[in-house]
């Protein structure tokens, strides 16, 4: 279903803001240290042919007089096969950590984010950790929604109401499926999420690292959605010329589960994605 596709979209975006830049200068930190705000430009590919395109960049101490280390950063992303955008500001003060917003727009969800986050140091003096606490509004598009639910064909469809399959089952059982036939089922046509992410990085030398990540995150409030993610990145670092060249393969998964959907014989669904994938990236940081 492209609707659930989207939504595993957005859940891996959200995931990815919450790894997002914190304070320290240029040149004072390791490339894949969400702090370091040289300016980039970069492309990757999953394991699907999708191919994602980022630019962007930050500036250091634009105000302060110097006295203390301030961030500002844009980065932007755009999705070849989706052809979802998003967008991320983010500004980050050594006095206080960083706040930051993040706007990603799919086919069929748009989410925004706000977050906090705060870095740390392990006792090891090398691992780097950044834990966020994050709210997210979640907007459906319902009527695209019914759009792409009419043009996809779910055998009998009668028969799965208890099996837990979920909306596309429900939903093609409907006939004239409409912007508030679907309102009806999710329950609503927005969602408040509270979220926790914990973003670690683990320099081996120079050359090779690691970054790993836990997100987790719930709704409180509209369209009931749990969300869970998992990454895990190894990279190498070299240069050319005078840039700072990174190659990656990274490994995610992403479920996804709407509760309480109202079916139309009545009784209550869920719909539950799971997306696993693997990609590689190239990274220059300028």
């Given at each position: 279903?492209?609707?659930?596709?989207?939504?595993?979209?957005?859940?891996?975006?959200?995931?990815?803001?919450?790894?997002?830049?914190?304070?320290?200068?240029?040149?004072?930190?390791?490339?894949?240290?969400?702090?370091?705000?040289?300016?980039?430009?970069?492309?990757?590919?999953?394991?699907?042919?999708?191919?994602?395109?980022?630019?962007?960049?930050?500036?250091?101490?634009?105000?302060?007089?110097?006295?203390?280390?301030?961030?500002?950063?844009?980065?932007?992303?755009?999705?070849?096969?989706?052809?979802?955008?998003?967008?991320r500001l983010a500004n980050f003060d050594e006095r206080f950590g960083g706040v930051y917003a993040d706007f990603y727009l799919t086919d069929t969800t748009n989410m925004y984010t706000g977050g906090y986050m705060l870095p740390l140091t392990a006792?090891?003096?090398?691992?780097?950790?950044?834990?966020?606490?994050?709210?997210?509004?979640?907007?459906?598009?319902?009527?695209?929604?019914?759009?792409?639910?009419?043009?996809?064909?779910?055998?009998?469809?009668?028969?799965?109401?208890?099996?837990?399959?979920?909306?596309?089952?429900?939903?093609?059982?409907?006939?004239?499926?409409?912007?508030?036939?679907?309102?009806?089922?999710?329950?609503?046509?927005?969602?408040?999420?509270?979220?926790?992410?914990?973003?670690?990085?683990?320099?081996?030398?120079?050359?090779?690292?690691?970054?790993?990540?836990?997100?987790?995150?719930?709704?409180?409030?509209?369209?009931?959605?749990?969300?869970?993610?998992?990454?895990?990145?190894?990279?190498?670092?070299?240069?050319?010329?005078?840039?700072?060249?990174?190659?990656?393969?990274?490994?995610?998964?992403?479920?996804?589960?709407?509760?309480?959907?109202?079916?139309?014989?009545?009784?209550?669904?869920?719909?539950?994605?799971?997306?696993?994938?693997?990609?590689?990236?190239?990274?220059?940081?300028?």
């Amino acid at each position: 279903m492209k609707n659930l596709q989207s939504l595993t979209a957005a859940g891996l975006a959200l995931t990815t803001l919450l790894s997002a830049n914190v304070l320290a200068g240029e040149g004072e930190v390791h490339d894949a240290d969400p702090r370091n705000t040289a300016w980039r430009g970069g492309i990757a590919t999953d394991d699907n042919g999708e191919i994602k395109l980022v630019a962007g960049g930050g500036f250091n101490n634009l105000y302060g007089g110097g006295e203390y280390k301030t961030q500002t950063i844009m980065i932007g992303e755009y999705f070849s096969q989706s052809e979802d955008f998003r967008f991320r500001l983010a500004n980050f003060d050594e006095r206080f950590g960083g706040v930051y917003a993040d706007f990603y727009l799919t086919d069929t969800t748009n989410m925004y984010t706000g977050g906090y986050m705060l870095p740390l140091t392990a006792t090891n003096g090398k691992t780097l950790l950044f834990p966020s606490v994050n709210y997210s509004y979640v907007d459906f598009d319902t009527d695209q929604i019914a759009q792409n639910i009419r043009g996809t064909i779910v055998p009998n469809a009668a028969s799965d109401y208890s099996s837990g399959t979920g909306m596309a089952s429900s939903l093609s059982a409907v006939r004239g499926v409409n912007s508030g036939a679907v309102k009806q089922v999710l329950g609503g046509d927005d969602a408040h999420m509270f979220s926790v992410n914990l973003y670690g990085l683990q320099p081996w030398n120079e050359t090779f690292y690691t970054v790993f990540q836990a997100f987790g995150g719930s709704t409180y409030g509209g369209v009931e959605m749990e969300m869970v993610d998992l990454v895990l990145l190894q990279g190498t670092r070299t240069k050319i010329g005078d840039a700072v060249f990174n190659i990656y393969l990274e490994g995610k998964y992403t479920n996804i589960k709407i509760n309480e959907l109202n079916n139309p014989i009545g009784s209550k669904d869920y719909l539950r994605g799971e997306e696993a994938k693997v990609s590689i990236g190239f990274d220059w940081r300028f």
